[in-house]
């Protein structure tokens, strides 16, 4: 990857991880050596701008989240990398998207300022 990555998120079922990357996108690597790129794969429709924004994964893998420097929450179909839903979580830089181990649908965001929010 040619772009510095502030975070990893490890697939919590395949052999996979991302890399949230300072070119706006999080790109799909392997997680078996030789660490590959899948160059067909990655998700964008996020800003990271030089923020240390995070991502993760649902608990079943379908779903994977990152914050946004434009404070927004993204949303991404791991399948087909499509943005599910991006919603306007703060006003801030929003640094972090963790999605609920147990419950569905539930996430807690936090961004630059210290401000955490849970959404249902």
């Given at each position: 990857e040619r772009y510095t990555c502030?975070?990893?998120?490890?697939?919590?079922?395949?052999?996979?991880?991302?890399?949230?990357?300072?070119?706006?996108?999080?790109?799909?690597?392997?997680s078996q050596i030789p660490y590959r790129m899948n160059k067909k794969r990655r998700f964008d429709g996020h800003k990271v701008e030089g923020?240390?924004?995070?991502c993760d994964f649902s608990l079943d893998g379908a779903i994977l989240a990152s914050g946004s420097s434009t404070g927004s929450a993204h949303f991404y179909d791991y399948q087909s990398t499509r943005v599910l839903h991006a919603i306007r979580a703060h006003s801030q830089p929003c640094l972090c998207v963790s999605q609920h181990p147990v419950l569905p649908a539930t996430a807690a965001t936090c961004d630059w300022a210290g401000e955490i929010k849970i959404w249902h």
């Amino acid at each position: 990857e040619r772009y510095t990555c502030p975070s990893l998120a490890l697939h919590p079922l395949e052999e996979s991880f991302v890399a949230q990357t300072n070119g706006n996108y999080m790109a799909l690597f392997s997680s078996q050596i030789p660490y590959r790129m899948n160059k067909k794969r990655r998700f964008d429709g996020h800003k990271v701008e030089g923020y240390a924004v995070q991502c993760d994964f649902s608990l079943d893998g379908a779903i994977l989240a990152s914050g946004s420097s434009t404070g927004s929450a993204h949303f991404y179909d791991y399948q087909s990398t499509r943005v599910l839903h991006a919603i306007r979580a703060h006003s801030q830089p929003c640094l972090c998207v963790s999605q609920h181990p147990v419950l569905p649908a539930t996430a807690a965001t936090c961004d630059w300022a210290g401000e955490i929010k849970i959404w249902h």
